[in-house]
């Protein structure tokens, strides 16, 4: 259960933004696309870590400036802040680059009062998903960069920039990943992450071939004709997006959280070199057959999308 904020200085405004009732009732399942919001966050004027003191099984107060009261309301319960900072010290050693320590998420869509900060007087009740262990365990990769975002305010997390070609999208993955050994306990249940094959469909090793090889698809693959081609999908389906081999539909199967998320899958295989991809030549797939996809077949080769959706309505008519 998670503890309420302990600190009496936040009270709650008598205008709420949505009524309670509007509140989700469910138990939110968290993905990186639910990573909507970055913020920058400082205390006593970097002399120090923000937050530092906030323990996982709890909920706590994150302020914003005074003056901007509206990027308080901007984020929507069960999306996801990221907390950057940049302290002055660690360990007695000047620093100088910033860390990403925090992801969390609004619990409520209240706005309450904080009078013992007159500069930071807004703030919300938040959940803490993921800490870094030790809070400095995470600084920049080198490749993103904070300046727009840092000021104090809800900034979207494309305003994270970076040098090496990222889009939304894969930055959203990533920053997933680089949190990936630091999320809560209490919310393991609650992180959405894609079957994975181990122990179901053969060795190890070459199930951890598979997932690399998956990972270069969405890291080094142009993002941009992925999104048209389930833009597309979406028009042509209803606003459903269904395994193009199977027919698994996340929406159906996860509720809410599996709208519009579905994995792309180039039929022409990433190890054939770049080269210019269209959209019919990505196929959008569920996780499972994503990677019997990029499994070799006794010949050697692999199968197509078609070979694929051939042998599983086989199986299903055998019985198997």
Known sequence: MLKMPSSPSCQPLAVRLKDDNQQLKTRIMYSSENIIWIKNVKRNQGDGWAYDD???GSTFWLNWPTSKRGSATTPNVGDIIV??????????QRNYNVHITH??????????????????MWCREVKLLAKAN??????NPGYYNFFKPNRGLTNPIINLTNNIGLSEAETQEDIWRLFDNHFCPDVQNEIFRPQEPNGIFGEVEGDKIIREHIKQELTRRNSKIVQLAKAQALNANNGRLKCECCKFDFLEAYGQIGSKFIECHHKIHIATGERITKIE????????????????LESGDYHTVDTLKQTINDTSKNGG
């Open 134 to 139: 030790p809070i400095s365990a995470i600084p």
């Open 54 to 56: 906030v323990n996982c």
């Open 281 to 296: 030549d990505l196929a959008l797939v569920c996780s499972n057959c994503h990677r019997m996809l990029h499994r070799k």
């Open 103 to 120: 992801l969390v998420s609004p619990v409520t869509d209240t706005i309450h009062t904080d009078n013992e900060h007159p500069d930071h």
């Open 83 to 92: 907390l950057f900072q940049k302290p002055n010290s660690i360990n007695g």
